[in-house]
């Protein structure tokens, strides 16, 4: 039995704030309706992608024959196909799907890790703690070679006109993206994909700082003093909503 | 099996049918996902595969929120008060979509 824990018995009624109707601690349940407004958040700049999308032309042609042009919103699968190691190659959605297990592993890593903290599990908490930490680390790290590659571009480049910071329009060869211009398609594409993408990635690194915040605290034995591994369960719900977003960017923004 | 520590915090023993359960569910997720995958490329694009992919990606949300968030554990009025808000959501897609079609009849 827990030594720590001081249970408050309540002798107000239940109009006197005595009785608990969400059967959930308050900050579990706070974690619970920031997620509702981060959803909010989340599906806004979802939306708004397929708004701005559905008011650019589509590609017409074939898949095979795709040519990037600021004319028509692109083919995500022949944009994003690119993964490291090999210069040029043509794998679409390779790169994006590997991230999505990554992240999805990292999510049941998570899982198991709240598990163990409800059987007050010290070595198992830190055991999955530690994976989950690694798997945000690695689907960082895979984002930031994504983000590089996409500001980086391809050899070849795109043939585009469009209007320069300078209010003039110009025709050049454009190699890869930034606010303004971008190789693959019309500028809110690479826009979009920076903001929303950025967003879910900020929204990771929020996540894997909490995560080694949680693995520490475990590791050391702060929740053991406290009698309780609610601190786990909190930021396991911040966890899996991260991965929640990302299966919706996956959907919207790669394979649509 | 139950040990103890140093605090008289009470270890549970592992209970393999959870743990089992927690498996079966990331297996879906994969699966699911490997299944999009395939279809991207097997398929022909168009709005009967883009449904497709909503449907199933509403499959992957319902695993996350009811097996890994426990959404589903929770008392019914958490449920539906996290639930029900998201109706606004369709009216946002109804006005969002209106508005870009809109938009693309003006400069098109």
Not at chain 1, 76 to 98: N, R, S, T, W
Request: proline share 3%; net charge negative; aromatic share 18%.
């Amino acid at each position: 039995m827990s030594s720590t824990a001081i249970e408050i018995q309540s002798k107000r009624g239940v109009w006197g704030g005595g009785n608990e109707p969400l059967k959930a601690s308050y900050g579990k349940l706070m974690m619970w309706f920031f997620l509702l407004s981060d959803i909010f958040t989340f599906t806004a700049f979802l939306i708004t992608y397929g708004a701005i999308r559905v008011s650019y032309p589509a590609y017409g042609g074939e898949v095979a024959d795709f040519v990037s042009s600021n004319e028509y919103w692109p083919i995500p699968e022949m944009i994003f196909d690119a993964i490291p190691f090999v210069h040029g190659g043509h794998f679409p959605l390779v790169f994006v799907g590997l991230m999505t297990f990554i992240l999805i592993l990292s999510s049941v890593t998570m899982v198991l890790a709240v598990e163990a903290g409800h059987r007050n599990d010290k070595k198992d908490v830190v055991k999955w703690m530690l994976w989950t930490l690694l798997g945000g680390i690695t689907f960082l790290s895979c984002q930031a070679w994504e983000w590089s590659h996409f500001i980086h571009g391809t050899d070849e480049g795109s043939m585009l006109t469009y209007v320069n910071s300078m209010g003039n329009v110009v025709s050049e060869t454009v190699y890869g993206a930034n606010l303004l211009v971008n190789e693959y398609g019309p500028a809110p594409f690479a826009q979009l994909f920076f903001f929303i993408t950025g967003f879910h990635g900020f929204h990771v690194t929020i996540g894997v700082f909490l995560l080694f915040l949680a693995f520490y605290q475990a590791a050391v034995g702060v929740y053991e003093e406290r009698g309780h591994y609610e601190m786990i369960e909190k930021i396991g719900l911040y966890w899996h909503f991260v991965d929640l977003v990302w299966v919706f960017v996956f959907t919207f923004f790669y394979l649509i | 099996m139950a040990q103890e520590n140093k605090n008289g915090l009470e270890v549970i023993p592992r209970d393999s049918a959870k743990i089992k359960k927690i498996w079966m569910t990331a297996l879906i997720l994969l699966v699911v996902t490997a299944v999009e995958f395939l279809l991207a490329f097997t398929m022909e694009r168009g709005m009967f595969l883009y449904i497709i992919f909503i449907v199933l990606t509403i499959v992957k949300a319902k695993y996350i929120m009811m097996e890994f968030m426990h959404l589903g554990d929770e008392v019914k009025p958490l449920f539906y008060s996290i639930i029900v808000p998201l109706i606004f959501l369709v009216w946002l897609i109804i006005a969002l979509f209106r508005e870009g079609a809109d938009i693309f009849l003006m400069r098109w």
